[in-house]
């Protein structure tokens, strides 16, 4: 198994850099990989943005909305990649096209090799249920990949929002991502892994090992816990 999980903000130099090196290391030896740009409202305009960011390296980057046959290609497919944008968009178009399960099968029972980064990470999950996103579109089931048995809440940060108005700072009073995440574990048992902007996970048979950032482990009962790059754990979140 080989899974690349991003939570986005990749707008340095440094975190470029790092993606760059994940996404040639999780996709080693593919020659062609599948992107899904079902969370855009534009599949043309977005898949060629992708194309032209990974022009560099080894493979080729193919929209799923250009095959002629998408459900047959998918058995072929040598990976995948899930771009970000809005998780209700995605996952309305990933059931419709009826994809979520072959997917799944591929990834865990046949090795394909999977990225994604934001939305793309969230669906990655058990449910889309930890998305910050607005609810765009009516999604027929909350279900997604459930590729790994932890929940991800992108675009993580541990605090209050201040926001600047001319050159005076403003609190900002609404809820937390810390608040959101108990809404959720108040009917929910999953654990969530909070990732902070440019943080990646990269998930094999041996475990997981966060990358780039920091994240925030929240487990329900529990004291949340952040821990820092180059941590491994395993699929339950303890560090090993």
Sequence with gaps: MKILLGSGGIR????KN???RLMKENFQGCKKVIFIPYASGDYVEYTNSVKEMFSHLEFEIIGIHELDN???ELEKMEGIYVGGGNTFSL???LHEKE??????RKVLNEGVPYAGVSAGANVACPTMQTTNDMPIDLVPSFETFNIIPFQINPHYHPGKIWWKENDTLNEHFGE??????QEYHMNHDTPVIGLYEGAFLTCNDEGI????NKAAVIIKGLEIETISPNIKMNYDLSTR
Excluded: C, N, Q, S
């Design 12 to 15: 340095t130099k440094e975190r």
């Design 18 to 20: 790092l993606f760059f």
């Design 70 to 72: 998408p459900l047959v």
């Design 91 to 93: 996952v309305k178009k």
């Design 99 to 104: 994809i979520i399960e072959i997917i799944k």
């Design 176 to 181: 937390t991502r810390k608040k959101r995440i």
């Design 209 to 212: 090992e966060l990358l780039g």
